[in-house]
């Protein structure tokens, strides 16, 4: 098993990091975002602007939320065959 743990550190780094990116990326465009409620139609213009930034973020809530899923169970993937294989050794003392 311990062949296949720097593939899996590869994977998992590749999964971690686009997770990395897209939090990132939220948190650009999450930065001019507010929370107004438009009453009137002079606001047309920043109600749109901010109607596209949630649409953006809508978009990639769901690719956050699988690479996050993703990363967390290639951690604990990789954190329980470091541990077996520790176990293992230790027993054959």
């Not at 948190?27 to 975002?33: D, F, G, N, V």
């Not at 507010?34 to 602007?49: G, M, N, P, R, W």
């Not at 176990?87 to 054959?92: I, R, Y």
């Amino acid at each position: 098993m311990m062949n296949d743990l720097p593939l899996l550190i590869i994977i998992w780094a590749v999964f971690t990091g686009l997770f990395l990116a897209l939090l990132a990326y939220n948190a650009t465009i999450t930065r001019y975002e507010d929370t107004k409620v438009f009453l009137d139609e002079i606001s047309a213009y920043e109600e749109q602007h901010q109607s596209m930034i949630v649409q953006k973020i809508n978009r990639t809530m769901p690719y956050i939320r699988i690479l996050g899923c993703l990363s967390a169970i290639f951690t604990v993937l990789i954190i329980a065959i470091y541990t077996w294989d520790c176990w293992q050794k230790l027993q054959a003392q």
